[in-house]
């Protein structure tokens, strides 16, 4: 889901679903096909599309835990042009 007045990617509840689920729509809203983050990510699409599909790259089940047990939420956004050119 995406905060659209701040822009950020919310993962309510995180499991690899709803993360899966995020994350392709954040392709979507910034017209990412899976061509292209597999580009991006120096990979085959074949294996953005299992990604995706959650057939690789799950979430260890104890870090889920941990954040339940902390009452913590996964959430991702955009990065500040500090942040991408590598300073704080």
Same mark, same amino acid.
């Given at each position: @889901? ?5 822009? !950020?990617?919310?993962? @309510? ?5 709803? =993360?899966? !689920?995020?994350? #392709? +729509?954040? @392709? %979507? %809203?910034?017209?990412?096909?899976? *061509?292209?983050? *597999? ?10 599309? +299992? =990604?995706?599909?959650?057939? #690789?790259?799950? =979430? ?8 339940? %047990? ?11 042009? %500090? ?6």
């Amino acid at each position: @889901m995406i905060d659209e007045t701040s822009n !950020t990617l919310l993962l @309510m509840n995180p499991t690899d679903e709803q =993360i899966r !689920t995020a994350l #392709r +729509a954040a @392709m %979507a %809203a910034r017209n990412v096909t899976q *061509a292209e983050l *597999a580009r991006r990510l120096e990979v085959k699409q074949p294996s953005v599309a +299992a =990604i995706l599909s959650g057939k #690789r790259g799950s =979430i260890p089940q104890s870090l889920l835990d941990v954040l339940e %047990a902390l009452d913590l939420e996964l959430t991702a956004h955009p990065r500040s042009e %500090a942040e991408k050119s590598g300073r704080k």
